[in-house]
């Protein structure tokens, strides 16, 4: 089976329209305005927007977890 997107399992979205959502993303625009612009919906957009911030979050938390001091 050949996938459309190598960044997220079993998605319906092409790599190409998903590298689209991740520049919308860095460029600090909302969901509504992703949504708008890439022809995407809504929820999707949160949705994949959400996987972002975590992996995000999992990637800086992996190089310099926080530490509890006492």
Excluded: W
Aim: glycine residues 2%.
């Amino acid at each position: 089976m050949i996938h459309k997107n190598k960044y997220i399992n079993s998605s319906k979205i092409s790599e190409a329209k998903f590298r689209e959502i991740v520049r919308y993303f860095v460029a600090d625009l909302s969901a509504t305005q992703i949504a708008t612009l890439s022809g995407i919906s809504r929820n999707s957009i949160n949705r994949y927007v959400m996987e972002i911030r975590h992996r995000i979050y999992d990637f800086c938390n992996s190089e310099s977890p926080f530490i509890t001091l006492g």
